[in-house]
């Protein structure tokens, strides 16, 4: 009976071997597993307003236990569909990870850091009996149609001449800087809220080249100045997002 103490002993030690063992195995394991975030591929860079596309995204896995708050910012990998399509509201470059608070429109933001060095914004009113914002985002092309009218004393008469439209001006494109408030895509998180800014009132980039508008812009000012009417707006293919508007 003698052995049988240092017996008891030996299988208790190899008892709590096998918990250590298994607690260090676990705790392995939990730093092991990986939680997959949306980042910029390495060799991919986006300018303010440029689309993400699939082709602009890749996967990055991170510990799960050295995620800090990424866990809370960051898009995880099964998101991704929610980015594809969004408009940067800021230059990216490769290798970053995508945040929820970049791809949104920030709550307090210095316009200018929107502008290039020759460029200046314009504020445009449109027609918002025919103008969908929803629809519409910064880095978005548009124009503006101006309808031409003529009036018509020999229907009506000299005190109330009769006006009828006579075929369209249109003047652009420019690319959107703001809709009211609005700087970016709305959060796809609450993709049905509503705004509360003025979003039919648009805000353009506008070129300037010696002291002197590009020709578009004097045009586009012009026609504002003579028609008493918001003009409607025509929103260009994506397709021509990431090409130089002129």
């Known amino acids: 009976m003698r052995g049988l103490p240092g017996l008891i002993i030996a299988v208790a030690l190899g008892i709590i071997g096998a918990i ?58 099964k998101d991704k569909a929610s980015v594809t399509g969004m408009a940067a509201t800021k230059a990216y470059r490769g290798n970053e990870i995508l945040l929820w608070q970049d791809l949104r429109t920030p709550s307090v933001r210095d316009f ?30 548009i124009s503006f149609i101006f309808p031409r009218t003529m009036s018509q004393s020999a229907v009506g008469n000299s005190s109330n001449p009769v006006v009828q439209t006579a075929g ?36 353009i980039s506008v070129k300037v080249t010696d ?14 100045g003579n028609n008493t009417n918001p003009p409607q707006v025509l929103l260009h293919s994506a397709e021509l997002e990431n090409e130089p508007i002129r």
């Not at 290039?116 to 918002?128: G, L, S, T, Y």
């Not at 249109?170 to 705004?195: E, K, M, W």
Request: aromatic share 8%; proline share 4%.
């Open 168 to 203: 369209s001006t249109i003047v652009g494109p420019f690319r959107i800087l703001s809709l009211g408030a609005r700087t970016g895509d709305r959060d796809p998180r609450q993709a049905y809220s509503r705004s509360g800014g003025q979003e039919h009132l648009i805000g």
């Open 20 to 77: 250590c063992n298994w607690a260090y195995l676990a705790r392995q394991a939990s730093r092991m597993e990986k939680v997959s975030f949306v980042a910029l591929r390495g060799d991919a860079q986006l300018n303010l307003g440029d689309r993400f596309r699939d082709e602009h995204l890749t996967k990055v896995d991170l510990p799960r236990d050295h995620l800090g708050n990424l866990n809370e910012v960051g898009i995880f990998w």
């Open 211 to 224: 002291g002197k508008l590009e020709a578009e812009a004097e045009k586009l000012f012009q026609m504002l």
């Open 112 to 141: 200018s850091h929107l502008l290039a060095k020759n460029e200046v914004a314009r504020w445009v009113p449109v027609d918002n009996s025919t103008f969908i914002p929803e629809r519409v985002s910064p880095g978005n092309l």
